[in-house]
């Protein structure tokens, strides 16, 4: 069910103190309030508070794919955004076939981008109880990934299929039941394994310790380095992310199994986004007030949010060109400008 967030109501909880009635008032969407997306749309809506900038009514809870054509249509504000989301639009194909080519077109031409992060990392983990051994125990297993439908779904078939060349239904058997129901899921035993987007430290897992010690595992690097991945990546809001794993966050708890000391996974990348026809101050306070925000804000909101990429504008971590449709909105480009960090012109 989906939660609305009265941004002046959490100000007041907090102990943030808005000095002055805010300029505008706004609407946002976002996932769950406990995801990145959703832990960083609420943290938006408080920085616009503080720096008086705007109010923000936050749904929480949102199917994205909702969402992003919400903004497009001029329905909602702003929106979080897995970048592959806007690319499907475009072309009127996945969640987007019945719009049409010409209207998928003419509504991602509305959209654009305050900033990035990175959503979620995918990857397979297991209770040490169960004495999985990785990506070599898929074949013939029970895998829980993901919900029935949607992004993460695809993704975790797509990363078992580019390590193992294994398909779910056919060669394992894939589990799988809605957000909701997932760290139930994982503790009662009906999964060998899990298939399923992290953070770092990731918050589902670490509700799900409290039945055990868990192991996860990296990529393997042949995997990661070679041709097949190196094309999955092109599909936009999907990048190659590599950790060091004495940054990823666990203290306890969790083992992770690498060749090196690195942690490798496939990323997914999206952002916050607004409709095009937001006037150019607006977007330009909201990106400052996110960048005057990041360390108070932000990175103290949860223990995963500093390794999300917020603040980011490289774009082999925004994924902000090459087939990504998007582009940042003007007034957003101003105020990273200002704020000393360089937007590639192919994201303007």
């Not at 900038?53 to 909602?76: F, H, P």
């Not at 977007?283 to 990429?309: C, H, I, Q, R």
Request: glycine content about 10%; hydrophobic content about 40%.
């Amino acid at each position: 069910m989906s939660k609305i967030f009265a941004v002046a109501g959490a100000a007041a909880i907090l102990g943030l103190a808005v000095t002055a009635q805010a300029q505008v008032n706004l609407t946002a969407e976002t996932a769950s309030p406990g995801s990145a997306p959703g832990v960083s749309v609420i943290s938006l809506s408080e920085v616009a508070a503080k720096y008086n900038v705007a109010d923000i009514q936050v749904t929480t809870g949102q199917t994205l794919t909702n969402s992003v054509q919400n903004v497009a249509e001029g329905k909602s504000d702003i929106a979080a955004a897995p970048f592959v989301l806007p690319f499907l639009m475009s072309r009127a194909v996945g969640p987007y076939a019945k719009v049409g080519k010409e209207k998928g077109a003419e509504l991602t031409g509305n959209l654009r981008v305050l900033y990035t992060y990175r959503i979620a990392c995918q990857s397979l983990y297991a209770y040490d109880s169960s004495n999985f051994p990785g990506y070599d125990g898929i074949k013939g297993a029970r895998i829980f990934n993901g919900p029935p439908r949607g992004a993460a779904l695809t993704n975790a078939r797509d990363l078992v299929r580019l390590v193992t060349g294994l398909e779910d239904k056919k060669d394992y058997t894939g589990i799988q039941v809605n957000w909701g129901q997932a760290v139930k899921t994982i503790q009662d035993g009906s999964a060998n394994a899990f298939v399923l987007p992290v953070s770092f430290p990731d918050g589902r897992m670490t509700a799900a310790m409290a039945s055990g010690d868990m192991t996860m595992w990296s990529m393997p690097i042949k995997t990661f380095e070679g041709e097949a991945f190196g094309k999955f990546t092109k599909r936009p809001g999907t990048v190659a992310v590599t950790l060091p794993i004495a940054d990823m966050g666990w203290k306890s708890g969790v083992t992770v199994r690498s060749e090196d000391d690195n942690f490798r996974c496939p990323g997914t990348v999206g952002g916050e986004i607004v409709n095009a026809s937001m006037d150019f101050d607006t977007a330009k306070a909201l990106t400052k007030a996110f960048l005057d925000g990041l360390e108070e804000v932000y990175y103290a909101k949860a223990p995963f949010m500093p390794n999300s990429w917020h603040g980011e504008t490289d774009v082999a971590l925004t994924d902000m060109c090459g087939l990504n449709p998007l582009k940042y909105h003007p007034g957003a480009v101003a105020a990273w400008e200002e704020a000393g960090h360089s937007i590639p012109a192919c994201a303007k």
